[in-house]
């Protein structure tokens, strides 16, 4: 599935609140030297507090499903109720490849899932195609 807007993208939002984790995708980020800026969050709700109360809008947010006080699924829900958030394109960023999650992500409103990669190599790859191509589809 393609996502990439017309214009570039500028700005990233990594939910997440594993710090390395959050660590290793912004490395990984530093790494394709593609001009892009990276927000980070430590769970769904410290997310859409700043989303709501405009604190910034990125072009294109990650999200982690199991987080404390408000999970992935919770946040997705809830951005996808609220008009001036709705349309911001959301790829699933988690440890389960649970076919389950995958698809109610999907029928949710994620525009793609990613496992995370056990290696940094392969995470590098995957954003390098988010961020050229729009997909982490290699078809």
Do not use: W
Not at 5 to 23: F, I, M
Not at 121 to 127: I, K, P, T, Y
């Amino acid at each position: 599935m393609q996502y990439k807007e017309q214009r570039e993208l500028k700005t990233l939002l990594l939910v997440d609140d594993d710090a390395d984790d959050q660590e290793l995708f912004k490395l990984a980020l530093a790494e394709l030297n593609h001009p892009v800026k990276c927000l980070t969050a430590g769970n769904g709700q410290e997310a859409l507090e700043n989303l709501c109360t405009h604190a910034y809008r990125p072009d294109l947010i990650f999200l982690d499903l199991n987080m404390p006080l408000m999970n992935g699924i919770v946040f997705l829900e809830r951005i996808k109720d609220i008009d001036h958030l709705k349309d911001i394109p959301v790829i699933i960023y988690s440890t389960s490849d649970e076919p389950r999650e995958i698809s109610a992500a999907r029928s949710m409103g994620a525009v793609d899932y990613i496992t995370k990669p056990a290696r940094f190599d392969e995470l590098c790859r995957l954003l390098q195609l988010v961020l050229v191509q729009g997909t982490t589809s290699l078809h």
